[in-house]
């Protein structure tokens, strides 16, 4: 989790453990293309974002949204204003989701209801979240990391107390003029680990590659071949977790070669997959 957050120069109060990952990235700071990691992700909207693509779908960007991003999913913002571009990330590691839950509470529950990726704080809500990033940001000596947790756990709680609320959240966009777009997702997904050509695509929608290469990106913000390898990857970390060798993996996520596997995924996930398997 930690070499995911490395990649990202010039973070400001960067909180770093083996537990989790708090982050807070200011106008100016460069923000990661296409990836995918192993940890819990929220996204705190501050400003400047303006499209949220996380998984196949695309989402709208307010100041103070949250936005809710499970373990070894492919996401990138596909528009947005550099100048003003403020938010929070906070990277969890499955470990401390287990930890800490009970039968009554899980606190990964705020990243499955379903249809709730995210949700835009109240005024009252807002300032309580910020309140306890801060918090943990200011935690130190005799049980610092006690009460790092401590802050963390309410905040998730929080969280999963606002997503109860069905006029807190809302869905994807849906845009009728993107169907086309979303049935070429649908495919791709369906025939991931076979070969995807330009050509096969074209003769099965029916649309010239040149069209179909514009539909996708302005739908997307991504192009076809980036998507397809981002969903290939997160597949290959996936199949990882579960003991699958990376020299194994390579040919059942639909890679060629190893070569071009291990470039794709050092370049998605921040580090090799040797170090990946090492790390989990």
Same mark, same amino acid.
């Given at each position: *989790?930690?070499?995911?957050? #490395? ?40 400003? =400047? ?65 379903? $249809?709730? #990726? ?22 130190? =000596? ?6 790092? $947790? ?7 709680? *929080?969280?999963? /107390?606002?997503?109860?609320?069905? $006029?807190? @959240?809302?869905?994807?966009? /849906? ?13 791709? /997904? ?9 050509? @096969?695509?074209? @003769? ?16 997307? =913000?991504?192009?076809? /071949? ?13 199949? *990882? ?12 996520? =639909? ?11 050092? $370049? ?8 990946? *398997?090492?790390?989990?």
């Amino acid at each position: *989790m930690e070499l995911f957050y #490395r990649a990202q120069e010039g973070i400001d109060q960067c909180i770093c453990s083996q537990r989790f990952t708090i982050s807070h990235l200011k106008p100016g700071i460069k923000t990661l293309k296409i990836h995918v990691h192993d940890c819990y992700e929220i996204y705190y909207s501050i400003a =400047g974002g303006k499209e949220f693509f996380i998984g196949d779908q695309y989402y709208d960007i307010r100041p103070h949204d949250v936005f809710f991003i499970r373990p070894n999913e492919n996401h990138h913002i596909t528009q947005l204003d550099d100048i003003k571009h403020d938010r929070i990330n906070i990277a969890i590691h499955s470990r401390f989701m287990e930890r800490y839950s009970t039968p009554d509470t899980p606190l990964a529950g705020c990243f499955a209801v379903p $249809d709730s #990726r995210v949700l835009n704080l109240s005024p009252e809500y807002q300032k309580r979240f910020e309140y306890l990033i801060q918090k943990i940001n200011k935690a130190d =000596g005799f049980g610092a990391d006690l009460l790092e $947790d401590l802050y963390l756990c309410e905040g998730l709680i *929080m969280l999963s /107390n606002c997503l109860a609320n069905p $006029d807190a @959240r809302y869905r994807p966009r /849906n845009d009728s003029s993107h169907t086309t777009a979303q049935a070429v997702l649908k495919y791709l /997904n369906d025939h991931l680990t076979e070969e995807l050509s330009l050509d @096969r695509l074209s @003769r099965e929608f029916f649309l010239s590659p040149s069209y179909l290469c514009r539909l996708f990106k302005k739908y997307t =913000g991504i192009s076809i /071949n980036k998507y397809v390898a981002a969903r290939r990857i997160s597949l290959a970390t996936t199949l *990882m977790n579960n003991g699958v060798s990376p020299s194994e993996v390579y040919e059942q996520v =639909g890679f060629n070669n190893y070569n071009n596997f291990f470039k794709t995924f050092v $370049d998605i996930v921040g580090t090799s997959p040797k170090n990946y *398997m090492k790390y989990d």
